[in-house]
Each structure stands twice: as structure tokens, then as C-alpha cells.
């Protein structure tokens, strides 16, 4: 702050302070004070998550856990001389961190709180401090404006994932897995920067072990480049485009698929698949039912962040990002060819040209591109110290935050391949690191006892409320909110009925 809190004691006892000979606590008895703060806080609805913003020394945070005893109780910190009161909140987040709050809140609360939370400014902060104060509402509704298109997303696509996990569990055949190791990975994104990267990633192929996300899967096979694993997580009915074509170039790549993702079935039973699962998801229900083997991964907004996560988890080596440029292009958002854009072209003509089609995709990308790269800004502390970017010296319009922007020169000094022959990494100077390997695991269940399983399991996971909050996100939120008892049980009896309706469309599609 720019100035210095004044500390002293109470008539009562307890501390307070002052800025400016303005009082944050009363003089007298301050712990009534706060007592009598959270009793005149109001509410419409069960909250999950509570913000009181800036409570200085924190004398109504017990009585606010007690107004709201199912909520997480947090504060929003403008000043860090009220830390030693922090231990009395469940979390507390300061607005003077480089990322953006909204962001830190979302990372940490998630969708769910976030969309059934309420904020309280402690109404002396906010007379003291009004530009923090309208700052800490403008990030508080950034946060719950990405929660609730987060759980739009997740409404509007929730029944389809649930039928691709069947699906995916119903349809594998031929099932693999990874042993972790060093060696160095580039993750291949399809960003425009990556045709930059093409010639450097022929040349230095032999020197690391290369997971393209699907939608790089076609440019890279189209130029001569065959990925040891490619990754697609996306659920849309889209994303299975980008995997929908072969070539002998592609015999040996296995496809590191998540359960709930479109995926064409013709993989399923005829490609070596590495099956990846969410820990906290439904599908690891139904792949454990069946015995079928998986590696986790962690849910994220984009490919390339669950490809990241997996990467890390993988190997001890560095990790290179190429063709992760998070901004859109003037031209190709893509590094072509690439298969939604080979669609698109061929609804093309002269009232409606690939011009504006491409102008228009431009601008449409803009908010959800902001997204994905504040992921990586928020998370490149922790992925610094072994993750880069990668290109051919190109001029990105943002940064990734901590991590690091390298060109192949870089590349060729920190794996060794211009020094000692491709595949020495420099922390592993003494000769070859140790490869990262694929061994083949069967699935225990097969014919038609697997469908079987996956039903029976079905219906268990249906009556729990694990199924209701993946499945039916919106409708579980507002049963949580719902303070009136018979309004809860209208809203559970329609919810049985959307269950109950979803459980016959599965039924029939196994």
C-alpha cells in the first residue's frame, strides 16, 4: 500500500487499524462488529462459494462460516499487512499477483462454485480502498462470466461425451501403454508457426519423441512426418475429422485418445490405441469395469494443455511446444493442409469467399484463444524449468508468460544433436537418456459380457450424485442453490426424468 496501517488496540481488547485516520475496524468492540457483519449478509440461494473482499484483520470470517456453513468462505486481499489472519479463511487471494485474479479464482474454485458464489465487500475497505474494490468486482465477474460458459459447454455437450465414452469402452480393441523415460518431447501443435518447424523437425527426427494433437496430425503425415502418439481429447463431433484419414506413412502411430472424445469408430477396432482417461470422470468408471488399462490426463479447455500435462508426466527431459502460437492469424488460423479447413473450402464461392470465411474465423477465435492462453501464462511457472517454445525464429503476438520462446539453434545446444549425435540430452550428458517405450495390456473383458458391464455400471453411476454433476451439470447447480425443500423436489423428479431418458438412449446405442 501506499501508505502505512496504523495498528492499535480496541476499547474491547482486540486489535484494529486505520489508513489515513480512516478506521477498517471499530474502535470499540470489533469483533461485535464483525459479528454483526455476517448476520446482515442476505442470500437467495445456497451459496458454494463466498468472497468477502478485503476483511482486513478477518473478525467476521467465523461468523460468516457459520451464516454459510456449506460454502467455501474466502477473502480478496488488497494489502498484504492483514496476512497473519489469513488461516481463518478456507482460501485467500490477493489482487496484486501477476496473473489475473479472475484467472487465479477460476483455476482454483472451478466452474461449479464459481457459478453458485456471492461476494461481500467489507463496506470499510470499500470506502478506503474504491479503486481496489471495483477492481476485485470486475475480476470476480470475469471469473463467473468463464464459469458459466464453462458450464454451458459442458450442458450443452455433457450426454454426447457420456455416449462416447460407451462407445470408445465398447469398441477397443487393441490397447497400449507408456513407460516413462528422458528423452526429449516436442509437442506439435497446429499453430501457423508450426510450418516454420517442418524442415528442423525432418532433419532432427531421430532425436526425440514426437506427440502431434490431432489437428496437426495432417500436415505433419502430409510432410513426411510420422508422430510416435497423437493426442486428441476433444469431444466435439468436429474433432474426429482431423484423425479421419490414413496412410501408410502413419502404419506405426498409435492414438493417445481420452474416453469422451469423437473419435471414428474404425480406430477403435483397428488402430493401437493408448486409452486416456480423467481421473474425476464417469468413463474411468466404465473402463475399470471392463479392465481395460488407461493413463490419466487432466482435463483442460485446449489439446495442446492435456498434451502438455501428459508430456510432463512422461518424461524427466525438456519438452518443446511447437506451432503453439494462442492468437489468431490474419490468414489460416492452421498450418494447412488441415481438415476442417479442406471442408470449409469447398463451400466456398463467389458471394461467399474463403476471404471472408477466414476474417470471420478470425474474430471468433479471439475469446476462446485468450482462454486457452491464459492457461499457459497461469500454469508457466510451474512448467518453466523444462518447457519451451519452439520455432523458427517466429514473431509471436503474445507470450506464453514464464515459459520461455527458443529457436532450433537453442534446440540443437540443449538436446546435443549438432554435438554428439541425436538423442543425447544435455541433462543426460552420459550418452542415450532412456527412451520413453510403448508395451501392449490387454482388456480383461471382451464380446458381449463387456456390454453388459458397461451397463450394469451405467445404471449405478445413474443414481449417484457424481452422475448428475457430469451429466446434467445445470441441473445439479440449481438443485444445490435451491433453498426451498419442495422446490428441490420438483427439480430432482425432473431430473430423474432427463436420467431415465438418457439411460434408454444408451441402451440402444450399445
Known amino acids: 500500500m501506499d501508505s502505512q496501517i496504523i495498528f492499535e488496540a480496541s476499547k474491547s481488547g482486540e486489535l484494529t487499524c486505520s489508513l489515513k485516520g480512516k478506521y477498517l475496524h471499530s474502535k470499540y468492540n470489533p469483533l461485535a462488529e464483525g459479528e454483526k457483519f455476517a448476520q446482515n449478509l442476505q442470500a437467495d440461494f445456497s451459496p458454494l462459494c463466498v468472497f468477502i473482499i478485503e476483511p482486513a484483520l478477518s473478525y467476521c470470517a467465523e461468523s460468516v462460516k457459520k451464516k454459510f456453513p456449506g460454502a467455501a468462505v474466502c477473502a480478496i486481499r488488497f494489502s498484504r499487512d492483514f496476512s497473519e489472519s489469513d488461516t481463518k479463511w478456507n482460501k485467500v487471494f490477493y489482487l496484486d499477483g501477476e496473473i489475473p485474479l479472475g484467472e487465479i479464482l477460476f483455476n482454483s474454485l472451478g466452474e461449479e462454485k464459481l457459478i ?3 461476494a461481500f465487500d467489507w463496506t470499510p475497505a470499500k470506502n478506503i480502498f474504491p479503486e481496489e474494490s471495483m477492481l476485485a468486482w470486475g475480476e470476480i465477474k470475469k471469473a463467473i462470466l468463464k464459469a458459466r460458459d464453462v ?6 455437450f455433457s450426454k454426447r461425451w457420456l455416449k462416447n465414452s460407451l462407445v470408445f469402452a465398447s469398441k477397443i480393441q487393441k490397447t497400449l501403454l507408456l513407460e516413462n523415460g528422458d528423452t526429449p518431447i516436442i509437442i506439435a501443435a497446429s499453430g501457423p508457426s508450426l510450418k516454420t518447424s517442418i524442415p528442423f523437425l525432418k532433419k532432427y527426427r531421430d532425436s526425440f519423441f514426437l506427440i502431434a494433437v490431432s489437428s496437426a496430425f495432417m500436415p505433419l503425415s502430409k510432410n513426411g512426418i510420422s508422430p510416435e502418439l497423437v493426442i486428441s481429447s476433444d469431444g466435439g463431433y468436429w474433432a474426429k475429422k482431423h484423425l479421419d484419414f490414413s496412410g501408410e506413412e502413419n502404419a506405426h502411430t498409435v492414438f493417445a485418445l481420452e474416453a469422451e472424445s469423437a473419435i471414428p469408430k474404425k480406430l477403435l477396432t483397428q488402430k493401437e490405441i493408448l486409452p486416456l482417461c480423467y481421473d474425476d470422470g464417469l468413463e474411468k468408471d466404465f473402463l475399470d469395469s471392463i479392465g481395460c488399462p488407461y493413463m490419466l490426463s487432466e482435463r483442460n479447455g485446449t489439446v495442446a494443455g492435456t498434451a502438455l500435462c501428459f508430456a510432463h508426466s ?8 511447437c506451432g503453439l502460437d494462442q492468437a489468431p492469424s490474419p490468414s489460416y488460423q492452421h498450418t494447412q493442409p488441415n481438415a476442417l479447413e479442406t471442408d470449409n473450402g469447398k463451400k466456398d464461392f463467389r458471394l461467399k469467399t474463403a476471404e471472408t470465411r477466414m476474417t470471420a474465423s478470425r474474430f471468433n477465435s479471439q475469446a476462446s484463444l485468450e482462454i486457452y492462453r491464459n492457461w499457459f501464462i497461469s500454469n508457466s511457472e510451474y ?5 519451451f517454445r519452439l520455432s523458427d525464429n517466429f514473431k509471436y503476438d503474445f507470450s506464453l508468460g514464464k515459459i520461455r520462446e527458443i529457436n532450433w539453434n537453442d534446440f540443437e545446444k540443449m538436446t546435443g544433436c549438432g554435438l554428439t549425435g541425436c538423442g543425447h540430452t544435455q541433462q543426460n550428458a552420459a550418452n542415450n537418456p532412456k527412451k520413453i517405450l510403448f508395451k501392449s495390456v490387454k482388456i480383461k473383458v471382451n464380446g458381449g459380457e463387456r456390454k453388459s458391464k458397461l451397463l450394469e455400471t451405467l445404471r449405478k453411476l445413474s443414481q449417484t450424485e457424481k452422475f448428475a454433476d457430469e451429466v446434467f451439470p445445470m441441473d445439479s447447480i440449481l438443485i444445490k442453490r435451491e433453498l426451498s425443500p419442495e422446490k428441490r423436489g420438483e427439480l430432482n423428479s425432473k431430473l430423474t ?10 441402451e440402444k446405442l450399445l
Do not use: A, D, Q, W
Open 116 to 118: 453458485s458464489s456471492l
Open 383 to 387: 512448467f518453466s524449468k523444462r518447457v
Open 314 to 321: 512422461l518424461t524427466e527431459g525438456n519438452i518443446f511446444l
Open 151 to 156: 458450464i454451458g459447454t459442458r450442458s450443452y
Open 497 to 506: 426424468e432427463k436420467t431415465e431418458k438418457l439411460l434408454k438412449e444408451c
